[in-house]
Structures are given as structure tokens and as C-alpha cells.
């Protein structure tokens, strides 16, 4: 581990287990730890006594941009610290690690990638869904529902999505679920398509809900899907009724739906 | 960690260090370690004195057929032993992990899912390819090249996947890339369009080399695509030649191509 480095690494999912090894050793030596918002609690206690811990996270309102993380990386780097830069899941899938190291390496920062387990993988697997199976799915798609909004307008093009992968994995996409949906469905996918919410993966508050894409399209989840959430679209998000696996305090995280009296008819396929 | 249960868990893309610490737990403990061909050596001498390994790698032409994998899952965790079944990356991501954990749950026998590493996102991210990035990608579509025979025909529909995913990562799909290249052009990909083929990520034989989809598809490689390795095709491929980090012996892992007489021109623009 190097002095006026930056480590570019993944914290995983939730559950300070799902670090890697060399994560956890980070931590454990880093002089400074610049963290993102998902960031598990529970991960930042490993970090060693002295090191500081600095909150990057952006949320809608907040003054962190990332310039000035940038400059923060960039000015630690310099003096010589071990520098960690820690996201949520991996650095390099929705975390932006690929735009941070370009501005090291144009600053002559020396840096390190430290893949992690993403939480687009890891919830459908905490919630028991294998997202290839050999009989149900060979390809996996992994959008976002967020876009930037220096982009303009949104890359994903649903209606493709929909016949591309036998998998879909939306990361980010709780608020606008229902207009994917309906771009899903008119893409050619089932409205009884098995869609899965996993919400706060690898934590004591991990939840799993099953419903259709035309229930769920059509508002059938009976409160709000809350982020941190990972939606599974396919036929093997059905899979977590017979391998639910993760218990916490004893119990399964596979919620039943409360259905609204108006939705009950599509919801009892789900 | 539990006497009679089955952990079906993910050994990463190879380095011991990018194990989860939960796997490299479960590793210390185990009594039984039952591991696939993908599992890099370095990380079975992690496994305690006296662990029982079994190797169940699946070759062409070798027995192990998945029926003997699960009886001797059912067989060692009815012995009350903790038995790890160790698959290279991540479990669920075309390991099976989710038909083993099928069958154990038919079975009555206890298991865990332990999320790891996949390499169709660690083989990037050791190669300095940000699969997803603000300007250049939002999406990313994993597929494998390979498709069981059971299945009849292929289901990936490659000119869809063109269109779908800014960045696609191909999984064991060296052997019919020509094919599968020539698909995605019809598909509207540019034929310029830069691939990366990385092998042996996260290992002191790491390579990477840069391509177009055109030069790649005509056979434009100086040499084999060898498994295992991870293909790579979007812009943000090209970022490795900006992003490369990886050394090994102090070496850059990314190579230049040695063109082929008859192929200078394409391959010029890789």
C-alpha cells in the first residue's frame, strides 16, 4: 500500500462481510477515507482510529460536487496520505471511478481500481434470484432509472431493453418504475413478467417484494419502493419464492403484498 | 457458519485478495471445498489443513456431470460437515449457484448464497475500463458466448444487443467472436467501435489488447483470444488506454497488437 496513492475501491453491498479482502485492509491502513452515500455504517467502523472520514455523498441539494472531490482526492494524494476512495457496490459500474481516475491520472496521481460486489448482483443474490439460469436467462442487462442531466435525455432505450436480455436489473429507477414498465410492456414484454424489489440488500433492513410488471407498472406496490433498491425484471425474479435464503433475526426478508383492493385482481398473479 | 449447510459462494476473478471476507472465512473454516475450474489456485491454499478439496471442474470430456456435483453436496452436508461449493466470480452469474440451490432446497438441505466478485466486472475495472461512464455509457448488457445445448438454440439475439447497451461484456466467448462481431455490426454497431479483450484479469497473467469490432471480428487478434477472458465492446473500451493501472512485475498489462500484414489498416485504428 503506497503513500500519495489513491485506492479507487468498492465497499459492496451493505454487509461489511462483502468487502473484499483488500478493501477491508484499506481501511484498516487508509490515512483517508472519502465515502460516498451508500456506504454501509457498519463498513466506515473498520476503518483505523485517526483516519479521516470524509462524506462525499451527493443528494439532491447538497454543495458536494465533484470537483471538489476531485480537488480533495487530488490535494491528500499530494501529501503523501494513503488515500481511499470508497463507494457504495463497485467503483466503476454507476459509481463514476472511471471519471476520477482520469482526473488522476491528468494530475500525475498515481491511483488503483479495487473492483467490489455490486449491489446489482449481490441484492438479486441475497434475495435468493439467480439472474442466469440455464434454463430461464443467458443475458443480463444492468441500467440505471437516473440519468445525468448533462446527457439530455435518457440513453436507455426501454423497448429494445425489453427483448434484449432475458434479465433486466434497474439500479436507481424506484421513482419512475411505471413509465419503464410501460415502455417494457409496449417493448414486448408480459405484463405478468415476475418483477422483483429488493431494497436495502446485505442489511438488517433488506426487503424483498414480488409482483408483476403490469401490477407494479400500474402502482400495485402497496408503499413507496425506497432506495436503496435494486428491481429485477424477468423470469427468474419468481426464483425467490422457492430460494429465499437470507433471514434476519430469524426471519425471511420475502414480504408478502399487501394488495390494494382495487389491484387485487393483478396482484394475485404475482 | 453452520455444520450441515452448503455455502454456495463466489472465489472473485482470481487474486486472493479481491475473495470477500466472508468467502476467505468460509475458506478457513470449511471442511469439505468443493471448487470449479475457474477457481485460481492461489486461493485454495487459503482452504485449513485437513480440508477436504474436490475438484469439479467441468471440461468437455470430463465426468463431472452436475448430478454427481449435487449428490456430493447432499452426501457431505448429510454428514454434518460445513461444506463450501467455490465457484470462480460470483455464484449466480452462469455458475449454476442457482440450480444447485434448487436442488439443495428440494433436498432439505440447508444452504447460503455468498455473493463475489464477477469477473465480467473485475476484468474491466483491472484493465481501467469504467463499464459504465456519464459521457460514454449507462448501460451494460453481460452475455455469454457459450449456451447450453439443452436450450437448443442460442437466445442471445446479438442485433438486438447491439442496439440495447451501450457496453456489452462477453463471457466466455472467444471461440466464435468472428460470428458473433459480424452479428453485431448488422446489428448497427460501427465497425469501428473499440473492443477489449482482457485475459486472465487479476492474475500476474493479465493481458489486455484493443481492437475495433471490424479488425476483431475479421480474425484482426495476432494470436488467440485464450479463456478465461472477458470481452469488452462499447467506447468505454477504449479508456484503457488512458486508464491502464494494472502491472504486473511492474509491467503494463495492456500489449500492443502485432498486426497482421493484411490487416494493418484496420487494425491501425484500434
Known amino acids: 500500500l503506497s503513500k500519495g496513492k489513491v485506492y479507487i475501491a468498492g ?33 466506515l467502523k473498520i476503518a483505523r ?22 480537488a480533495l482526492m487530488l490535494a491528500e494524494a499530494k501529501k ?29 496521481v498515481d491511483f488503483e481500481i479495487v473492483p467490489g460486489v455490486t449491489s446489482a448482483l449481490a441484492a438479486p443474490a441475497m434475495a435468493g434470484i439467480p439472474l442466469t439460469h440455464r434454463l430461464l436467462s443467458s443475458s ?8 445525468a442531466p448533462s446527457k439530455g435525455k435518457r440513453s436507455v432505450d426501454w423497448r429494445l431493453a425489453a427483448g434484449a436480455a432475458d434479465t433486466l436489473v434497474i439500479l436507481m429507477g424506484a421513482g419512475n ?55 429485477v425484471v424477468g423470469r427468474v425474479a419468481s426464483l425467490a419464492k422457492k430460494l429465499d435464503w437470507f433471514r434476519v433475526d430469524g426471519k425471511t426478508t420475502l414480504k408478502k403484498n399487501k394488495t390494494r383492493p382495487r389491484r387485487a385482481r393483478a396482484d394475485r398473479s404475482s
Chains 1, 2 share one sequence.
Not at 431494497?199 to 426487503?207: G, M, N, S
Open 80 to 108: 503523501g496520505r494513503v488515500v481511499l476512495r470508497l463507494k457504495g457496490g463497485d467503483p466503476m459500474i454507476f459509481g463514476r471511478g472511471g471519471e476520477e481516475a482520469e482526473f488522476l491520472r491528468l494530475h500525475g
Open 49 to 70: 482510529d485517526g483516519a479521516r472520514k470524509i462524506y462525499a455523498g451527493k443528494r439532491a441539494g447538497e454543495q458536494w460536487i465533484q470537483e471538489e472531490i476531485n
Open 140 to 147: 443480463l442487462l444492468i441500467v440505471t432509472g437516473q440519468e
Open 177 to 231: 418504475f411505471p413509465e419503464v414498465a410501460a415502455e417494457l410492456i409496449s417493448g414486448g414484454l408480459s405484463s405478468k413478467t415476475p418483477v422483483a424489489v429488493v431494497e436495502w440488500a446485505a442489511t438488517p433492513r433488506q426487503r424483498t417484494r414480488l409482483f408483476t410488471l403490469g401490477a407494479l407498472g400500474m402502482g400495485g406496490a402497496d408503499d413507496e419502493i425506497a432506495p436503496p433498491s435494486v428491481i
Open 11 to 43: 465497499a459492496g453491498p451493505g454487509d461489511p462481510s462483502l468487502l473484499t479482502v483488500k478493501t477491508a485492509e484499506l481501511l484498516r491502513v487508509a490515512d483517508v477515507v472519502i465515502y460516498d452515500r451508500l456506504v454501509d455504517p457498519e463498513v
